[in-house]
Structures are given as C-alpha cells and as structure tokens.
Nanobody, 121 residues
Framework: QVQLVESGGGLVQAGGSLRLSCAAS?????MGWFRQAPGKEREFVAA????????SYGDSVKGRFTISRDNAKNTVYLQMNSLKLEDSAVYYC?????????????????WGQGTQVTVSS
C-alpha cells in the first residue's frame, strides 16, 4: 500500500510563501497537487511527471507556484509564493502509476491525508 505524507501547511499572511512536501513510500510516481476549499470542488493545482522534466499548473496558480521533485527522496514539493486569500484550502498530493501526470483527480491512484493552508489578510 502506497502512503503519501504531506507536510508544510500552516497559516501565512497574504503575499507570503509556503512550501509543501509530499513524501511517498516505496518507488517514485507521477505526482499531482490538488486543493479543496470549503464548499468548493477539489481543484487541480500542479503536477509533475516521473522524471521531473515536465510540469503543469492550474490557471489560478501559474507564475506563483512551482512544483518540483527529488526522486532520491521520493518527495515532491510545492513552492507557493505570492499567496492570496483565495489560496486557502486543504492541499492534497496524489500519485499515479506510469510516467505522465494528469490533471484529473480520477486519474490518480493514491492520495495523501491533506494539509491545511490558510492565508490571512
């Protein structure tokens, strides 16, 4: 059973930065980050392929968030800069078999427990 453990969430002021981490047990996977705010559907944030050579971002975070990975540590990171109030949500990392990422949550096989990010004014 694959385990994904997220960390790095917390409370930050608008305009600030946070870095989320997601450590996967076992081997490496194509990875994605999603988020869900209260009363809203889960939203695609970013994804990265197995090698780290290709990434994709949701429109609302382009230019502010950066996804990266360290396969030696089986860990994926989400660097979040210029945070806005609307970035507040529970952030989930997800893993899928194969090389390529996906933007649809249904394409992912494994999910972390989520980490809360709260952006204050």
């Amino acid at each position: 059973q694959v385990q994904l453990v997220e960390s790095g969430g917390g409370l930050v002021q608008a305009g600030g930065s946070l870095r989320l981490s997601c450590a996967a047990s076992g081997r490496s996977y194509a990875m994605g980050w999603f988020r869900q705010a209260p009363g809203k559907e889960r939203e695609f944030v970013a994804a990265i392929n197995l090698s780290g050579s290709s990434t994709s971002y949701g429109d609302s975070v382009k230019g502010r968030f950066t996804i990266s990975r360290d396969n030696a540590k089986n860990t994926v990171y989400l660097q979040m800069n210029s945070l806005k109030l609307e970035d507040s949500a529970v952030y989930y990392c997800a893993a899928r078999g194969g090389t390529w990422y996906a933007k649809s949550e249904s394409a992912y096989d494994y999910w972390g427990q989520g980490t809360q990010v709260t952006v204050s004014s």
